[in-house]
């Protein structure tokens, strides 16, 4: 199959059920991890303009309101608050917001791995778009059982990445890119190894230059 990059004018972002009633469920990550990686891929779907299409169980379930860090980044982005079946897709309103993005590249992300993400995600490949799983902005109940999901939707067509590789193909690199500088300050903000690496090499620039 061609490789065909993923762009601002050809993806969507699809964040499935990160919610703090969820939370106790996660053991893949710490709920440190994944809200970091939630919001770094929230973040780069609104700097790159990306469609955006959340969803959430109702409000008055126990599965409990979407991480507040996250409401914060959404703004006014709208929530889809469906029933709670597994396959997203089952609910018309968040199929419809799915054909009327108008993408065909789907980057996903979602608790659980295993479960509502993977359903979901086997319904997209089907309907003949191609997915894009996002690792470090997913979680299940273990390591293991996170893991066998993305094997599981691997063997089925989907693509794992993780958020800075979904911003890195966008930006494509840095040099003449106007959202460049925004984008490194969303890494530095999320990945603080790359902060100490910058913070590094600028003063090995400086010394250099003395």
């Known amino acids: 199959m061609p490789y065909t990059p993923?762009?601002?004018d050809n993806s969507a972002v699809v964040l499935i059920d990160h919610e703090v009633g969820f939370s106790n469920l996660i053991g893949s990550h710490t709920i440190e991890e994944n809200l970091n990686g939630t919001l770094a891929l929230a973040k780069t779907a609104k700097l790159f303009k990306l469609p955006l299409i959340v969803t959430a169980a109702p409000e008055d379930f126990p599965a409990g309101p979407l991480y507040p860090e996250l409401a914060q980044v959404l703004g006014d982005t709208p929530v889809i608050h469906r029933p709670p079946v597994f396959d997203a897709f089952v609910d018309d309103q968040f199929a419809t917001a799915?054909?009327?993005a108008g993408r065909k590249k789907l980057i996903m992300a979602g608790i659980q791995t295993d479960i509502c993400l993977a359903l979901t995600a086997l319904t997209a490949l089907d309907?003949?778009?191609e997915v894009y799983i996002v690792v470090d902005a997913s979680a299940a109940t273990t390591k293991?059982?996170?893991d066998t999901a993305v094997m599981r939707l691997v063997q089925a067509g989907a693509i794992p990445v993780n958020?800075?590789?979904v911003g890195s193909e966008i930006l494509r690199g840095w040099v003449d890119q106007p959202l460049?500088?925004?984008f490194g300050e969303l890494i530095h903000e999320h990945l603080?190894?790359?902060r100490h690496h910058h913070v590094a090499n600028t003063a090995v620039a400086k010394y250099a230059t003395q």
Do not use: M
């Open 144 to 146: 293991e059982t996170h």
């Open 6 to 8: 993923l762009t601002a």
């Open 127 to 129: 309907r003949g778009y």
């Open 180 to 182: 460049a500088p925004a």
């Open 98 to 100: 799915i054909e009327a």
């Open 163 to 165: 958020w800075l590789a």
């Open 192 to 194: 603080p190894s790359w």
